[in-house]
Nanobody, 129 residues
Framework: VQLVESGGGSAQTGGSLKLSCATS????????IGWFRQAPGKDREVVAC???????YYSDSITGRFTITSDGAKKTVDLQMNDLKPEDTAVYYC????????????????????????WGAGMRVTVSS
């Protein structure tokens, strides 16, 4: 299993960024795939998850601002981030797990790297005020 993130970087408050996770090595629709983030000194937290191509979960902190989508042909999962805020600054990770569907993501609290079986390397997103 490989997860490769791209698209991170810097933005100003109110700006937008699009993150992409390229996946390989597993049956795309059989896994739950999500975006997670970890700010300095804080636990890794769920941002958004998708499974089965259409079932989604969003954390309360980003609902209405971020959108997760998947492309089964390209085997990618994107996170469109709009109306960015300084508190969105973190290292963002793509994660995948056969046993974690989108509806399970709300329960992934406080488990850090144990939340998902597979992880990308992570990339930094910085939002300046």
């Amino acid at each position: 299993v490989q997860l490769v993130e791209s698209g991170g970087g810097s933005a100003q408050t109110g700006g937008s960024l699009k993150l992409s996770c390229a996946t390989s090595g597993f049956s795309f629709y059989d896994f739950g795939i999500g975006w997670f983030r970890q700010a300095p000194g804080k636990d890794r937290e769920v941002v958004a998850c998708i499974s089965g191509g259409s079932h989604t979960y969003y954390s309360d902190s980003i609902t209405g601002r971020f959108t997760i989508t998947s492309d089964g042909a390209k085997k990618t999962v994107d996170l469109q981030m709009n109306d960015l805020k300084p508190e969105d600054t973190a290292v963002y990770y793509c994660g995948a797990d056969r046993d974690v569907l989108a509806e399970h993501c709300g329960g992934l609290v406080g488990r850090n790297e144990r939340m998902m079986d597979y992880w990308g390397a992570g990339m930094r997103v910085t939002v300046s005020s």
